[in-house]
């Protein structure tokens, strides 16, 4: 049996860039050239191959492809046999229900026997059948955007992520639907290698995003105000502290959250440290 794990990934689309950075952070290189449709890693055994985002679910399913990284909106709407391994933070968007601007709108009523356009007919037919709405669900593949000024249906249900497209072209956003973000999906039965291959992969990437969502830290303290510091950022362990050259301060090293550094930021300020610097960590394993 050939001892490489696929990964199929978006060829070229709003996933492609992020799906290709996260594979570089966790170190695995490949040649990526134009209209390359398929390239194996010359350090991990690994095998990419590029396709269209709607393609990724029904491959991994079949097995063509080991993994895939693609929009939880395309897994739900392909509905395919696929195991979720990792949500991985990046092509965050929503599916969300539109209406003419100048429409009243009161609730999801308004749905009532009316047509909607849509590209993801399953996601939205579910989420009408759980509210009981009965509507006449328009399956197009794009520009869903248009169909209500060209008369085609009386309400869309699309992607969005700043709105600025529903504006754009006269709608206003009514109900959020389906939240989503890009994931890591594997094909339901793999052998125990590609698991092993898999397992190191996922190693990888939780090291990247663990070093994302934080931060190393350092500052300097007056010695006297060390006790109330180190009690303000307790770091992985405990803080790293070094002594400066100049008697009666100390160098504070400590790694915290982004968000945990931001609520301590007055306090620490307030306990006397000063040139306080935050640093990006590549790769975090804890
Ligand atoms: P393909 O040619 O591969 O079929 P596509 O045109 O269907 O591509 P894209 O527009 O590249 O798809 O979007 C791919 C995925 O990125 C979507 O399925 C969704 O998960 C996510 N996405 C789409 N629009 C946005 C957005 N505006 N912001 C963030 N993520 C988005
Ligand atoms: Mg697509």
Known sequence: MEQIVRIAVQKSGRLSDDSL??????????????????????????EFLFLRDDDIPG??????????????????EKDKEVVLLKKLGFSKCRLALAIPKGTPYEGLEYFEGKSIATSY????????????????IHEI????????????????????????TLMMNGLKEVEGIFNSEAVLIAHPQLSDWKKSIVDKLLFRINAVQTGKSNKYVLMNVPNAALPKII??????????????????W??????LSEDQFWE?????????AEGILVVPIEKMVI
């Open 141 to 164: 593949s794009g520009s869903v955007e248009i169909a209500p000024s060209i008369g085609l249906a009386e309400g869309i249900c699309d992607i969005v992520s700043s709105g600025s």
């Open 59 to 76: 491959y991994v399913a079949d097995g063509v492809a080991d993994l895939g990284i693609v929009g939880q909106n395309e897994v739900a």
């Open 21 to 46: 950075s996260l594979i570089k952070e966790c170190g695995i290189k490949f040649y990526n050239g134009t209209g390359k449709l398929k390239s194996t890693s010359t350090n991990f055994p690994v």
């Open 231 to 248: 009690s303000l950022i307790p770091g992985m362990r405990s803080p790293t502290i070094l002594p400066l050259a100049e008697e009666g």
């Open 250 to 255: 100390s160098s504070v090293h400590s790694v």
């Open 121 to 136: 007919p399953k996601i939205l037919k579910n989420y009408l059948d759980t509210h009981q709405i009965k509507a006449d």
């Open 264 to 272: 301590n930021m007055d306090e620490l300020r307030a306990a006397g």
